[in-house]
């Protein structure tokens, strides 16, 4: 069977101590192949190598970054859809989504290989004669990268981007039910001839790998995507080591529909967006809140969108839902659904896993949850909606910020003013307008509250890599 392997020092390689995991097929809940523990002496290893790594890859001048990451974008490219192929089956989603994905990831790291000659400093104003003043942008060193399950190619290359164009080294420890879409984007740059020690990749066992990464005084950086709860314990590490972090963590999507736009073509593009990647994704539109004017309209044709959803393996391309990443998601789901209904919510259609082999489930659509409903609650991330009515402006407002997240949120108008108003009374770290498209390459991606802090994307994507230096220069004397 295959295994997936460790990526350090520019070798690739089994665990130290013969130790793996299962990679399973969430469409059939098969192994589908092996992947390599990495033990504490495997942790040890790729530490050195990044420190190693860092200090050739700092003096690399970011032109010559720049060449090389264009080179595994070029390298990636090519395999675009080899890649999809190994990520739906680890992962599930469906394989025109998986391309899109690799599209994506290809896209965040193009510009962020253009980014890298761009980490300008700045020259200050002189305050005492013959003083020069100036700041400079250095990487900031070897970084400990952890992402998660639900993008196994997106958030691997934002963070590797954001790192290599810093000049930084990275470690990366991806999901371990996804890492063979993680190796295959760090073989384009092994591929492209990045030098050994700068780009990692470990897995095994997450709580023993990030505690011993973060501890490693080698690591001045972590950059963590995943739940809130996991979030904070790695920031507790992260304060110890007074370490840079950045947090991209959960979200409970607010979509504010006012009766201004077509109920049933905002419907239907609501369960479109809803139904990527089956709802596992941070920033999932989740609460519906319909202007009552449109409400019965737009509620009865969402639900009818939904229930037509095909539902099936990502291999079969008239899928157009997949399952869920791992049976951990349908008791979630599960859970959600029978305390909703336990709090009086009503089930408008969906509520159970589909009788097959794989984790598939319903799409699910509640009306009128009540606020203290765990859906409500803990971020559902899985296909599961809800949607009440609004009347007033100021209570809407208040409903969608009642959450202690604020990654997303949306608002369907034809109104620029209450389009306006609304952008700025969301508690979120980016809104959209009439659409469900939240992140492109030169966008910072972020949340505020519970959902984290730091950006990916954008030029704040790069300078989450750098430290300022401020450099006061006195002049000898007069020439
Ligand atoms: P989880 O919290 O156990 O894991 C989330 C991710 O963090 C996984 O990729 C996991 O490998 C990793 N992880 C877990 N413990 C870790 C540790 N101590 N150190 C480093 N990495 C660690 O939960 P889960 O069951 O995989 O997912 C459940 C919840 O996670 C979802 O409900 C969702 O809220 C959240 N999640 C968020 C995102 C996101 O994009 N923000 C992605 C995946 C999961």
Redesign the pocket.
């Known amino acids: 069977m295959r295994e997936s392997l460790l990526y350090i020092d520019g070798q690739w390689t089994g665990s130290s101590d013969g130790q793996t995991f299962d990679i399973v097929n969430p469409s059939t809940e098969e192994v589908i192949a092996k992947g390599a523990w990495a033990s504490k002496k495997d942790l040890d290893s790729a530490l050195a190598a990044a420190l190693k790594g860092f200090h050739a890859w700092r003096s690399v001048s970011p032109y010559d970054r720049s060449r090389l990451m264009r080179k595994a974008v070029a390298v990636l490219e090519s395999r675009r859809e080899d890649i999809a192929r190994i990520m739906t089956l680890e992962q599930g989603k469906t394989l025109a989504e998986a391309s899109g994905e690799m599209g994506v990831c290809i896209a965040n790291l193009e510009w962020m290989a253009e980014e890298a000659t761009r980490g300008y400093g700045r020259v200050l104003p002189e305050r005492t004669a013959n003083l020069r003043q100036h700041m400079i942008k250095q990487p900031i060193g070897p970084v400990a990268a ?6 196994p190619a997106q ?1 691997p290359g934002r963070k590797i981007g954001g790192a290599l164009a810093a000049g930084c080294s990275i470690i990366l ?1 991806p ?3 996804t890492p063979m879409t993680a190796a295959e984007i760090v073989r384009a740059f092994h591929d492209a001839g990045l030098p050994p020690g700068v780009l990692n990749l470990v897995h095994g066992h ?2 023993e ?3 011993h990464l973060i501890k490693s005084p080698i690591i001045r950086k972590i950059s ?7 979030g904070k ?2 920031l507790h590490l992260a304060a110890d080591g007074v370490k840079r972090a950045t947090m ?4 409970h999507s607010p979509v504010v529909v006012f009766d201004d736009v077509d109920p049933v073509s905002a419907a239907k593009q609501a369960v479109a967006a809803k139904m990527r990647n089956a709802g ?3 920033t999932s539109p989740t609460r519906f809140y319909v202007q009552d004017g449109i409400y019965k309209e737009f509620r009865d044709a969402f639900v009818e969108e939904a229930r037509a959803i095909r539902i099936g393996d990502g291999m079969d391309p008239s899928t157009q839902m997949g399952p869920l990443a ?1 049976a ?2 349908v008791a ?1 789901m599960q859970a959600m659904v029978e305390d909703a209904l336990d709090r009086h919510a009503k089930l408008l259609c969906g509520g159970k896993r589909i009788d097959r082999p794989g984790y598939y489930f319903e799409f699910t659509v509640l009306e009128d949850v009540p606020r203290n409903a765990k859906m409500k609650a ?2 559902p ?1 899985g296909p599961m909606a809800s949607i009440e009515r609004f009347n007033d402006f100021e209570q809407v407002c208040r409903n969608a910020n009642d959450t202690p997240y604020g990654l997303a949120a949306y608002a369907l108008t034809d109104s620029a003013s209450r389009a306006a108003a609304i952008s700025e009374a969301f508690e979120a770290g980016v809104v959209a307008i009439n659409n469900y498209s939240v992140s492109t390459p030169a966008s910072p991606l972020g949340g505020v509250k519970d959902s984290g802090y730091g950006f990916e994307g954008g030029m704040e994507g790069l300078d989450a890599y750098l430290i300022s230096k401020s450099v006061m220069h006195k002049l000898a004397g007069p020439l």
Do not use: D, H
């Open positions: 952890f992402s998660p399950w639900n993008f958030t420890k999901s371990e039910e997450p709580a790998i990030s505690e963590f995507t995943g739940s809130t709860a996991v314990g790695l991209e963590l959960g979200g596992q994704v941070c791992n951990r998601r979630a803990e971020e991330f």
